[in-house]
């Protein structure tokens, strides 16, 4: 569960306020709305990565306001992926586990499910920077969910994508729903992922409210 309790957010000049929304848990969310609008810096602040000036932040019906990054258990793809590009799929994937200190062999396994779950293990030994726009998104959405958070948090994970490229992912996704216990939220611009993948549509308006609609097509 991701719920927002009257939470204000200042970034820079920007500030949004009173923000408030519930996302039961195993849903999947969209958040949509404007360019401009404050969805990036919404999702920031649910991961810890930018401060909260009021209100509350839980997960799981546990405060994580000021926790740290870290410690809030969240798998994050921000728009541009944040892979790293001279290390191997296999290395990226890994990379939260070492840094968690699993086991080398509990490592090697979770990426070999990984890998089968997203349709990359042709592709672990290879380089990032010469995937394609596709292969990238599959392996950094491998990376978010690598140590099993609770959440996941999707920076319009297929707004660089062409139409063939889109549709696998959108399939992905629906795998990656039915198969993980995961909370996922989702900031698109295109309300037809909305209607494809979510449980629930959030519409952040001009005044900077949440405005909350159940998927009845899902």
């Known amino acids: 569960m991701i719920e927002l309790q009257a939470v204000d957010i200042q970034a820079g ?11 039961p848990t195993g849903e999947y969310a969209i958040l949509m ?9 919404i999702l920031e602040a649910i991961c810890g990565l930018r401060e909260v ?7 799981d019906n546990q405060d994580v306001t000021q926790w ?29 586990l070492r840094l968690a200190k699993y086991s080398r062999s509990h490592t090697a396994e979770r990426i070999e499910q ?3 779950l997203l349709g990359i ?8 920077q010469g995937l394609s726009g596709g292969e990238s998104q599959r392996v ?11 959440i996941l ?8 994508l062409d139409m063939d490229t889109r549709t696998e992912m959108i399939e992905l996704l629906r795998t990656v729903k039915k198969t993980t216990a995961v909370t996922i939220l989702h900031v698109t611009h295109n309300p037809g992922e909305a209607t494809q993948v979510a449980d629930l549509r959030l519409e952040l308006t001009a005044a900077g409210e949440i405005h909350a609609f159940r998927n009845t097509s899902q």
């Open 121 to 128: 293990s042709a592709l672990l030994s290879r380089r990032v």
């Open 68 to 96: 740290s990054p870290g410690a809030r258990h969240i798998g994050y793809v921000p728009q541009d992926l944040a892979l790293f590009p001279t290390l191997s799929v296999r290395e990226n994937l890994a990379f939260g």
């Open 13 to 23: 000049s920007f500030r949004l306020s009173d923000v408030s929304f519930i996302i």
């Open 33 to 41: 709305g404007k360019t401009g609008r404050g969805k990036t810096t």
């Open 114 to 116: 990984l890998a089968d």
């Open 140 to 150: 950094a959405l491998g990376r978010a969910l690598a140590a099993w958070p609770k």
């Open 153 to 160: 948090i999707l920076d319009e994970p297929l707004s660089a």
């Open 53 to 59: 000036q009021n209100g509350f932040i839980l997960i």
